[in-house]
């Protein structure tokens, strides 16, 4: 019998639950575009988006989703035949590299595989060897969205000061933003990117680039940039539409008005941040438990190199694929595909799967998933360690 009626939870990576004030604050008339309070509230939106990087760094906003940051970032940093080292570990590493080889970027790919962080001293190594400085700009996730791996993005930026390569820092924040900690400054990044469908909680559609007067400096060589893409009049634009290159995304503004302030000024930062950590951990536990009965395991075994906002694991014998296919149709909760794992013709991709905590997200959402999913495994025979709620319940209790 199928229980999946009432209010359905999409556990998936992005897009990740709004909250209903961001949804009520996008709920209206469409607003003037040239004066008014529109433009009064995006004046603040700015420093917010700072505030939210820990940067003071230029911002600009894009009306796109997180490819479109890439294409925004590249078209800025790179001239046709430039040379970019990626630091791959995932999907979207590779992502990244692709969208930048299309625009015609000489992309060198360093890939650390599907379940490993990147290693600082093989970035620094390929950095030594490029004794021309041909490379231009160093890219790299700080967490894949598809592995879950979360990258020391210090270290990098320690080993790229070692060997004295004047590269840029790019760092893709799309699924860690407002999820796990990160200082733009503090830590060297040059240019960073996100999106706003994942813990920024607005719903997809904005596309953000952070990036510093080194950065900017970079840029003027660019041959790639075309109108639409430019960073500097979407910066410091003299008049409202060119922050835009023509009408404002209105509506997402007004929901981005509302999870900043909820983000920023309500919850914190910090708060935000052990919030995530705690459940993440919790999920963590409750994985750990299942493996110990069953041919279950998390996909980045080190716990200091996971991710706060997204967990990647395996359940082997096409486990992952039945149990999500469980969930939906029989309890009203949808999680993330294995992506990047397994290609879709592969019996192995039925293995993976994907449970996203990340944005407006709490206690009762964590542990509801977690119990269902394992309602799942019960319901379909999955072999599985027992005390997996019970674990990730512990965890929550000692928070």
Request: hydrophobic fraction near 45%; glycine fraction near 12%.
């Amino acid at each position: 019998m199928s229980l999946a009626q009432g209010r359905p939870y999409l556990a998936i990576p992005g897009p990740s639950t709004m909250p209903d004030r961001v949804l009520n604050a996008m709920h209206r008339a469409a607003p003037n575009i040239y004066e008014g309070a529109l433009v009064e509230m995006t004046r603040g939106i700015y420093p917010d988006l700072r505030r939210v990087a820990d940067t003071a760094a230029h911002v600009a906003i894009y009306i796109a989703n997180g490819h479109g940051a890439w294409e925004a970032a590249n078209a800025n940093m790179f001239s046709r035949g430039d040379k970019a080292l990626v630091a791959a570990t995932g999907r979207f590493g590779i992502g990244w590299a692709d969208s930048a080889r299309r625009v015609g970027v000489d992309v060198e790919v360093i890939d650390f595989g599907r379940a490993s962080p990147a290693d600082p001293a093989r970035i620094a190594e390929a950095l030594a060897a490029d004794t021309g400085h041909a490379i231009r700009a160093v890219l790299v996730t700080h967490v894949d969205t598809a592995t879950s791996v979360c990258n020391d993005i210090p270290a990098i930026r320690a080993a790229m000061d070692s060997v004295g390569h004047p590269a840029l820092l790019a760092v893709d924040c799309i699924a860690s933003l407002g999820c796990d900690e990160f200082h733009m400054d503090a830590w060297g990044v040059d240019v960073m990117v996100a999106a706003s469908q994942k813990g920024l909680m607005v719903p997809p559609g904005l596309g953000f680039v952070w990036f510093s007067d080194k950065a900017l400096a970079a840029s003027e060589r660019s041959d790639l940039v075309t109108p639409y893409w430019d960073w500097k009049p979407r910066a410091v634009g003299a008049e409202y539409y060119q922050f835009f290159c023509g009408t404002a995304p209105t509506h997402h503004l007004f929901g981005l008005r509302e999870s900043l302030t909820m983000i920023l000024d309500e919850e914190g930062l910090p708060h935000v941040w052990a919030r995530h950590e705690v459940l993440a951990r919790a999920v963590w536990a409750a994985f750990d438990a299942w493996g110990k009965g069953g041919d279950i395991a998390l996909n980045i075994a080190d716990p200091a190199r996971r991710g706060h906002s997204v967990t990647a694991a395996r359940i082997g014998g096409g486990g992952a694929g039945r149990l999500r296919k469980w969930l939906e149709t029989e309890a009203g909760v949808t999680l993330g595909i294995g992506l990047g794992m397994a290609l879709p013709t592969d019996p192995a991709y039925q293995d993976y799967l994907r449970v996203a905590h990340m944005g407006h997200v709490n206690a009762h959402m964590t542990l509801g998933v977690l119990a269902t999913m394992e309602a799942g495994m019960r319901a379909l025979g999955i072999p599985h360690g027992p005390g997996g709620v019970e674990a990730a319940a512990a965890v929550v209790a000692g928070a």
